[in-house]
Each structure stands twice: as C-alpha cells, then as structure tokens.
C-alpha cells in the first residue's frame, strides 16, 4: 500500500512516525525536492498511491482525477484551502487534518514576530551583521491596542498569551463571540488597533489599500495565517512611504517569496514556518498519520 509524503522535513525531528507507517505495511514515498510540490510533480511521485499525507501544495480536483487508486489524504496541518474538497468528497476521498497540533507554535511566533517589530530587534540585528552600531528605540508592548483578526483556536491563543504584558485586545471574528474579549467591527478594529495580526482560514483577499489607510498611522501589522489575505503590493506601498511602522509575514500569495518587501528594512519575513517548532511540528505529523491509518480502516483498506 503505498503512501506519498509532500511535506518537506516529514519524519526528521521524529522518525517514530514513519515506523509506525512500516509497522502497518505501508510503502512510503517522501517529497525528494526539500520544496513546495507542484501540481505535475504530485502526480508523478504520487502515482499508484491510497494515501496521501499533504502539505500546502496546490491539490485541485485535475490532480485528484489523474490519482485515481487515491483513497485518504491526511493533510499535517490546519490548513485545507489548498485541497479541492468538493472534488475530493465527489470521488469518495476521505479527508483528515490537525488543527490543534499547530496552535501553540503559531501564536508564540506571532508573540515572538510583535516583540521584534516595536522593538525593532530585527532591524538591530541586520545593521550589526554590516558594522553599524545603531541603537533605535522601540516601544513597549504593555498598554499596546492589539487587534486579533479571526479569533479560532490560534487567535484566542494569542491573546491568552499577550494579555500578561498588559495589552489591551479586541478582535473581529464574523463566526465567534468571546466573553470577556472585546469583539469590535473590522473597520473599528483596524482604526483602533496599534498591531494588528492575522489568524483567519479563509483565502479571500481581506486587507487591501483601503483597510492600511484605516489603520493607525505607524501600526504593525502580522500575517501567519493565509498568504492571500492581503494585497502585497499595497502593503509594500504603505512600508515604503512608512505610513505604516512595520510588518511580519510568514506567508505569501505566491511561495517561495521573491517579491520587493524583501527590499524593506521595516518588514520581518520568515519562510512560512508557523508550525516549525520541533515538539508542535511531531505531533501534527503524528496526528496526520493516526488520521490516516483511521481512514484507512474505515475503508476496509487495513
């Protein structure tokens, strides 16, 4: 039975999890490009296999017609924009993902990508390593306005974790209502807000120029949740004339990134690597082989 692997360290913090694949007779077949798959490259390497274990690529309902023996996709991570669902259900694809295994590793880098930008800690770091010896005052983040947009799992985390530094937080989120958490529209929010962050799973576009101008002049802003919910080329325009302070993205509409941001000193840019903590990123990869062997066995397959 074989079993493809797209994600690009599958196994390497924690090898138990392609022993238990072994354990259950399953042939494993692991991304060999140490990137992103694309849509061909998918279907070559995942020819002939039941199941998948997916990461972010792109899996449209054309790959899923031409994998046709595909039976379970466990997808490590939250995540499942990336996946034709209703093509998948339409061919009897049993679908599975981990949405609390990440929660911790996202909020504390979120936490982590906030403390960096008002203090200004990356910029700092960036002039030492050219010789310069610049000491730039940043703010504090006790009293900050935080603003949470989308407040599941991984937004009511960040706050739980930012309200010990004394951070007044308010979030919009359409689906949820939270006691003891303001709940604000998403016009307030962006008024009111010295940081705003990101935490939704949708892939519409969300901040575009209009909603940077209703943002604080000198606000943050912080994405680690969906790279297509802001338009990157007004968000470059807003750094570059420093209506806004500062930005940290973790995710982009297009990866690997190549776009100008990269040319700004005022913008943190990491490599799409929320979960990238070794104890979160072991057990989203156990979870999503549990939750593939349990398809399995649903489908009579073990």
Same mark, same amino acid.
């Given at each position: ?6 994600? !690009?360290? #599958? ?9 238990? *694949? ?51 996709? +466990? ?36 936490? *982590? ?16 390593? =050219? ?31 930012? =309200? ?5 937080? $308010? #979030? ?9 958490? !303001?709940?604000?529209?998403? %016009? ?8 705003? +962050? ?11 120029? =209009? ?6 002049? @000198?606000?943050? /802003?912080?994405?680690?949740?969906? @790279? ?9 325009? +807003? /750094? ?14 297009? %990866? ?13 840019? !990491? ?5 990238? $903590? ?9 979870? $999503?082989? %549990?939750?593939?062997?349990?398809? #399995?066995?649903?489908?009579? /397959?073990?």
């Amino acid at each position: 039975m074989k079993v493809t692997i797209t994600t !690009t360290s #599958f196994g390497k913090y924690d090898n138990s999890v392609l022993k238990l *694949c072994e354990d259950k007779g399953l042939s494993i077949v692991l991304n060999p490009y140490s990137r992103k798959i694309l849509p061909d490259e998918l279907v070559e390497l995942a020819k002939d296999t039941i199941g998948l274990i997916a990461g972010t690529e792109t899996i449209s309902e054309e790959v899923l017609l031409r994998l046709p023996r595909l039976k379970v996709i +466990s997808r490590c991570g939250a995540g499942m924009g990336n996946i034709d669902i209703k093509a998948a259900k339409k061919l009897n694809i049993a679908l599975f993902n981990t949405p609390d295994a990440p929660t911790g590793a996202v909020a504390e880098l979120t936490v *982590c990508l906030i403390m960096s930008l008002i203090r200004k800690v990356f910029q700092m770091d960036r002039e030492i390593r =050219k010789g310069q010896w610049n000491k730039k005052m940043g703010s504090l983040l006790n009293g900050k306005d935080i603003g949470i947009i989308g407040f599941g799992r991984i937004g009511s985390r960040v706050a739980e974790l930012l =309200k010990p530094f004394g951070c007044n937080i $308010a #979030f919009y989120d359409p689906f949820v209502e939270a006691s003891g958490v !303001t709940k604000l529209s998403m %016009e307030d929010l962006l008024r009111w807000a010295d940081v705003v +962050s990101i935490h939704v799973s949708g892939q519409d576009k969300i901040i575009g120029e =209009k909603e940077l101008h209703m943002m604080k002049k @000198g606000a943050w /802003l912080v994405n680690v949740s969906r @790279g297509g919910v802001i338009d990157e080329e007004a968000l470059y325009i +807003s /750094l570059k004339t420093q209506y806004l302070a500062g930005a940290a993205l973790d995710v982009f509409e297009h %990866e690997p990134y190549i776009g100008p941001l990269k040319d700004l000193d005022n913008v943190i840019l !990491t490599p799409h690597i929320g979960s990238y $903590a070794r104890e979160a990123r072991a057990e989203m990869e156990r979870q $999503a082989v %549990e939750n593939l062997i349990k398809g #399995f066995e649903r489908a009579g /397959l073990l």
